[in-house]
């Protein structure tokens, strides 16, 4: 069977005279979630980051196997699923049109946007300037989940969300493990992680 895998190795990353990843390390499966822990500015979202291909690490090695065919750094942008407090939508377009915007680029088919919608008890007419910090956070989740990727980076998955949201994302996530697929879920702060394989503490 095709290798799938994600593994990264000493990744080092500062900004300036500030050092925030000194050689960290680690790896996660198929069906299997990696829970990177660590105080407030240790690092987290920063490496998830740089496993994203957002950011380029200065030193390591990361390595996304998908079906036995390596990634590079362009492709994980495009293949990987990622969930983070600093990704905005377009304030003058409803939830649908956002998520019919991601489906062009990523070339979904359109009837995925409203399936997403739905499922995560999101209007298809509310404006993207008009949304809840809480509603906000569901249609990050879509457009995470918008074209079935194997790999979640998910950066405080549960933020802002009611008791049903949270239970939702529990959902989301025990079913994409289910499935086969892999996650990295950073400052998960009270979400119950399904089949944590390992754990990564940046301390600090």
Not at 159 to 173: C, I, K, M, S
Request: proline share 6%; net charge neutral.
């Amino acid at each position: 069977m095709p290798e799938t895998r994600l593994a990264f190795r000493d990744v080092t990353r500062g900004f300036g005279r500030l050092s925030v990843l000194s050689r960290v390390s680690g790896e996660v499966g198929p069906g299997e979630a990696l829970l990177v822990t660590g105080t407030n500015g240790s690092g987290k979202s920063t490496l998830l980051r740089c496993l994203a291909g957002l950011l380029a690490p200065q030193s390591g090695e990361i390595a996304l196997v998908l079906e036995g065919r390596p990634l590079d750094a362009r492709e994980r942008r495009l293949a990987v699923g990622y969930v983070a407090p600093d990704l905005t939508f377009y304030e003058e377009l409803t939830t649908l049109e956002n998520l019919l915007f991601a489906a062009r680029l990523r070339r979904v088919p359109k009837e995925r946007c409203a399936e997403l919608l739905n499922l995560v008890g999101l209007p298809h007419d509310r404006l993207g300037g008009a949304l809840s910090s809480g509603m906000l956070q569901r249609l990050r989740w879509c457009w995470a989940l918008l074209h079935g990727p194997r790999l979640l980076l998910l950066d405080e998955p549960q933020q802002n969300l009611d008791a049903p949201g949270v239970e939702l994302v529990r959902q989301l996530l025990t079913g994409h493990l289910d499935a086969g697929g892999l996650a990295v879920v950073a400052n998960p702060s009270t979400l119950e992680i399904p089949r944590v394989a390992s754990r990564l503490d940046l301390g600090r």
